[in-house]
Every structure is written in structure tokens, then in C-alpha cells.
């Protein structure tokens, strides 16, 4: 008989506390499995789906997600077996309850999740509930490891038909989007077109504003295009500011996981190419040597300018943002200095084609012909 996932509660948090110790030890990192007080917010969050099951009146299995009604995804966040109750299914039925739950608003249109790439199961198990692989995201910095995360997504029923078509893309996307394509499918294959230069310009000195209270004002006040406001379930923390007055970038950066997502930028993202370089080099002296961002696929200009400054393409999202009557699909684009190193993943053969692709790109980026690295 299935197990039956229920609301957690705020007595629970006993239970989910021991039971997070007995998975992962008492150093565990993370608030929502060692602070009652976090837990209990997260719990009574309306934006929150948390689910336990329970045997013999305890608790054994935890899983938690994030709606964010704004962007229309859902996010599974975490899942958690007690050991002496793994191996019979439940962490299955607990990712397809909780993606059903969270699919069943009219207002979510996917959810996504991450799976880490040490071991397998996380990855099948996804898989198994009709989640699609997007791709992965190498050399994530996390807990003061190095790691490569795979990327999936699950879609309501009708979201994926419904999409806007897109007709060129840049040659360096081409076996990405193609991978792509064999997953999901595309509404059409777009033409694949030879990548631009972009000139570099002078490094400029970049002031940087740490106060996401203000960042988050000054961002919603002067970025007004929502395909440029858009990175789902997180919020900017950090304005890069160019002294001269140039250009300014907003970003969530996160110093713990050694990362920097960049939301927007203005006077628009392409007033800011020629200073990538400049951009890059101040976040990692921050802590971040990875960079990533998120790009509308329809985005030609744009998707070259970041090919020209070293960024890569690691997954494709479809139908991951809804604007008027169709969904748009979007690239992770990452600049991470670290070359791919895939040795000791175990990776499902659904993500083979997006690791082939990484790693071809970035040879031809940056290694010689020699095998030796390009200045």
C-alpha cells in the first residue's frame, strides 16, 4: 500500500528535527532542518508545502516545497527518509505527491528541482514521476565542496503545447537546444547562427551595495521589463554600481555557496557586455567565482555577447515564464573557473547529452589545440 503524505504540523518539529539528525548528521547545515524557529515559519507559510509521513505515530519521511505564485513554478526543496525505512519507495511517492499538490494550483504552471549528481537515485527518482533532465549545473560551490547539480522540471498538463516559437539562436547553443529538443521537444529547431564577437572594454571600478532591503527597491523601481526581473525564487541582495554612472547590475549572491545569480541590469543587459570581464573579476574577489544568469531563448543578441565573455550553456527551461497568452523557454547560462570535472558523478543517461555538450563547449572556449589553457 502507497504511503500517504500528510501536512506537516507544528508538533511535528520534534520529530522532523531527529529525523534530519539521524539522515545527516548533527552538523547539518541548513535552518530548515535544525532551527525549530525557521521550521515553524516555514510550516505556517502559505508559499510553503511541507509533507510528512508518518508510522507508528512518528515521523519517518519529510519533504518540503516553495510555490511562488508571482512566476508560476513550484520548487522542490528537499526530502528527507528516515534510514531504517529506505529502499521501499518512499521517497518516489513523496516527490510525485508533493509535485501533484503543488501542479493541482491553477496559478503554478511547473516545478523544479535539483538532484545531486554523487548519487543516482535522486536523479531516477524525479525521472520516475515524469520529470524532465534540463540539463546541469557544474562546480557549484556547496557546504565548501565543489558539486555538479542536476536540473529537472515537471510541467502541468497542456503548459509545454503552448509556447512561443523561436527562429534563430546562436551556433554555441546548437547542442544544447538539440538535447533539448530529443528531451522536451521544441515547437521549431531554430536556425543556428555563427556567434558574435563583443568587444571588451577597460575594467571600471564597481561600487557594491550589500543591503537587500534597499536592493530589492531600487531594483523594483527601475527594472520594469518582467523578462528581465524574472529568476524565480530569488530575491536580489546586491547592487553592482559602475562609478561613472554607466551601468548597474542587481544580483542575489550567496557567499556560504560561493555563487552570484545576476537578475537585470540597466541602462539595458547589452550596455553592460563590454564590461563583463570587469563584472566577473569584482564577484569572484566577493567570494563568487560562479556566475550565472537566465536568459530568454528568443534573446539572440544577448545569448552571443555572454558566448563571447565565456559564459556556457548548461540547461534549457521551457515554458518556464508565462507572458500573455504563451510560455517562453530560457537558458542557465554559468561563467564558473573551474574546467568540468565529472569524475565520481553518477549521472542518469538522460542527462548524458547536456554533459557532452558542456564539455565540448568548453574545450573549444578554453583549451588549444595543444590541450593547453587560453589566456
Known amino acids: 500500500m502507497a504511503p500517504e503524505f500528510e501536512p506537516a504540523r ?21 535552518a530548515m532542518g535544525t532551527d525549530p ?36 513554478m513550484g520548487k522542490i526543496a528537499g526530502l528527507v527518509v528516515d534510514p531504517d525505512a529506505q529502499g521501499g519507495g518512499i521517497a518516489h511517492h513523496a516527490v510525485g505527491q508533493i509535485t501533484d499538490r503543488m501542479l493541482a494550483y491553477n496559478d503554478i504552471d511547473s516545478v523544479y528541482g535539483t538532484a545531486r549528481t554523487v548519487h543516482i537515485a535522486p536523479q531516477r527518482v524525479c525521472l520516475r ?21 542536476a536540473l529537472l522540471a515537471k510541467h502541468r498538463d497542456g503548459v509545454l503545447d503552448n509556447r512561443a516559437e523561436v527562429h534563430k539562436a546562436p551556433k554555441g547553443l546548437e547542442k544544447l537546444i538539440t538535447a533539448a529538443h530529443r528531451t522536451i521537444g521544441l515547437p521549431v529547431l531554430p536556425e ?4 558574435t564577437d563583443f568587444p571588451a572594454a577597460e575594467p571600471s571600478r564597481l ?37 561613472q554612472g554607466q551601468y548597474q547590475i542587481y544580483g542575489h549572491l550567496n557567499r556560504h555557496d560561493g555563487y552570484c545569480t545576476i537578475f537585470g541590469s540597466t541602462p539595458s543587459a547589452m550596455a553592460v557586455v563590454p564590461h563583463l570581464g570587469g563584472v566577473i573579476d569584482t564577484l569572484a574577489g566577493l567570494g563568487a567565482p560562479h556566475v550565472e ?12 555577447a555572454l558566448l563571447a565573455f565565456g559564459f556556457l550553456p548548461v540547461a534549457l527551461y521551457p515554458a518556464m515564464r508565462k507572458d500573455g497568452d504563451l510560455h517562453h523557454d530560457y ?41 593547453v589553457f587560453r589566456a
Open 37 to 72: 524557529a525557521v521550521m515553524a515559519a516555514e510550516i505556517e507559510s502559505p508559499g510553503t508545502t511541507w509533507l510528512v509521513w508518518r508510522q507508528n505515530g512518528k515521523v519517518v519521511a519529510s519533504i518540503t516545497g516553495h510555490v511562488e505564485t508571482s512566476d508560476r
Open 293 to 304: 544568469t537566465l536568459v530568454p531563448l528568443h534573446e539572440f543578441d544577448e545569448l552571443s
Open 207 to 243: 561600487e557594491v551595495i550589500e543591503a537587500p532591503q534597499f536592493v530589492q527597491r531600487h531594483f523594483e523601481r527601475n527594472i520594469n521589463d518582467p523578462a528581465r526581473r524574472f529568476y524565480p525564487m530569488h530575491k536580489p541582495n546586491v547592487l553592482l554600481a559602475d562609478e
Open 129 to 149: 514521476n515524469g520529470f524532465h533532465a534540463l540539463g546541469l549545473v557544474p562546480n557549484l560551490f556547496k557546504h565548501a565542496r565543489r558539486e555538479t547539480m
Open 10 to 30: 507544528l508538533d511535528d518539529i520534534d520529530d522532523l528535527l531527529r529525523l534530519y539528525r539521524r539522515a545527516h548528521g548533527a552538523n547539518y547545515p541548513i
Open 192 to 195: 543556428f547562427v555563427e556567434d
Open 331 to 371: 537558458v542557465v547560462m554559468v561563467h564558473t573557473p573551474q574546467p568540468p570535472d565529472f569524475r565520481g558523478l553518477t549521472i542518469d543517461e538522460a542527462f548524458r547529452p547536456f554533459t557532452e555538450q558542456y564539455i565540448e563547449l568548453w574545450t573549444q572556449k578554453f583549451l588549444n589545440t595543444n590541450g
